[in-house]
């Protein structure tokens, strides 16, 4: 089983709709989680981080969590062409390192 | 405020050689970590440093190794490099604040093929 898992998409949704993106991770004393994005050619960049269970919203951007479940999931509301890539999980144990998932591959098609 | 600087950005070699990667961390930022990057298995972990000791280790094999130096710069080598070996290896460095420790920053990367 792998550590940190993500349906590898494509996820193709309109513009306008919401994107829906999930993940579940293996190792229950993880206690940090992250969103990253990553355009084709570039580097990832931090988007969201939740440590507790619930949601958190920083504008069109929801994370959510579930500890008990072991499951996190990001919403984009009011989807843009622009927010077409790929999105990481990345999940941080305590233990100095930080594991990602394969990714989930969006497009927003306009 | 400057970013996380890898260089080479680019670099060939072949089967055999080996290769030194750099990466200058965010001012301040203590902690480095490096992860390579392959379209098959994605961004693995490959090792991290705080305070020039390296905390924790991926699963690659002993040809993989870093440093870290007292102003935070940290090097990763790959010696008898073999064709698996290319990929783009990325460096990320990090507050390392208690949760914060994963709130990673990545360079643009060091991309490496080897013929």
């Known amino acids: 089983q792998k550590e940190v898992e993500q349906n590898s998409g494509p996820l193709s949704v309109p513009e306008g709709a919401i994107a829906s993106l999930n993940c579940t991770y293996s190792?229950?004393?993880?206690?940090?989680f992250f969103w990253y994005r990553q355009y084709s050619g570039k580097s990832p960049e931090l988007i969201m981080f939740?440590?507790?269970?619930g949601d958190k919203e920083d504008g069109r951007f929801t994370a959510q969590l579930n500890k008990a479940s072991q499951y996190v999931s990001l919403l984009i509301r009011d989807s843009q062409p622009s927010d077409s890539a790929t999105y990481l999980c990345a999940v941080n144990t305590g233990g100095f390192k930080t594991i990602f998932g394969a990714g989930t591959r969006l497009f927003v098609k306009a | 405020k400057a970013g996380v600087t890898q260089t080479p950005r680019y670099l060939i070699k072949t089967r055999g050689q080996q290769v030194t990667l750099s990466c200058s961390p965010i001012s301040g930022h203590r902690s480095v970590s490096w992860y390579q990057q392959t379209p098959g298995q994605g961004l693995q972990f490959l090792f991290e440093?705080?305070?020039?000791?390296?905390?924790n280790k991926g699963n690659f094999p002993g040809r993989f190794s870093g440093r870290q130096f007292s102003n935070s710069r940290s090097e990763m080598n790959v010696s008898t490099l073999e064709l698996g070996d290319s990929a783009l290896y990325l460096c990320a460095s990090s507050l390392a604040v208690g949760r914060r420790t994963g709130e990673l920053f990545f360079g643009e990367g060091s991309r490496l093929t080897v013929l």
């Open positions: 440093y705080f305070s020039e000791t390296q905390r």
């Open positions: 939740i440590y507790s269970n």
């Open positions: 190792d229950r004393g993880s206690q940090s």
